[in-house]
């Protein structure tokens, strides 16, 4: 899809006629949106190896208890708002007096609460500190990925580099 999309930026884009509209505003913040793409990389790569390396290190050197292990509140919230009622959290279906978890019971979903609440089964499994760094490992991944394509695409018809690229060759 990127490919394509450069393809259509050297061959068929054509400035006059997209003056003001989406493609013109994409192409006048590109260095803006390949920045914050940057940013973000460098973040979660610094911050996830950064973690990563250290626990690795606290439990080679035998003192587990110094690791760094951080609880992915937002993901065990969103959790509770479908029912999930391990967290201690009193929102929506984890809620015993919301109108939400009363109806789910007899209008629809019968059973949904009991079952991702029963602990035989995978629905909604525990999530912890190790679900947080691998989240945050797949996150730089995807992100580095789509800063590739997209600074691809975007500089397909130039760049400070060289600015007259769409007329090469």
Do not use: C
């Not at 050297?10 to 997209?18: A, C, S, V």
């Not at 760094?133 to 130039?158: C, M, P, Q, S």
């Amino acid at each position: 899809a990127f490919a394509h999309g450069a393809i259509f930026f050297i061959r068929d884009y054509d400035p006059e006629l997209n003056k003001g509209n989406v493609l013109a505003r994409m192409l006048e913040h590109k260095e803006a949106i390949i920045s914050h793409l940057s940013w973000v990389s460098l973040f979660l790569g610094f911050h996830t190896l950064g973690l990563y390396v250290h626990n690795d290190v606290m439990q080679a050197f035998g003192t587990p208890e110094k690791q760094i292990l951080i609880e992915p509140v937002f993901a065990q919230w969103i959790q509770a708002a479908h029912g999930k009622s391990l967290y201690g959290f009193d929102l929506l279906l984890s809620s015993s007096t919301s109108v939400a978890a009363s109806a789910s019971q007899s209008l629809w979903l019968p059973g949904w609460l009991d079952a991702i609440n029963n602990s035989q089964n995978s629905l909604f499994l525990t999530i912890g500190p190790g679900d947080f760094l691998v989240h945050h490992a797949i996150a730089l991944g995807l992100h580095t990925t789509t800063l590739i394509l997209v600074k691809g695409a975007l500089d397909a018809r130039g760049s400070k580099l060289m600015p007259d690229k769409k007329d090469f060759g």
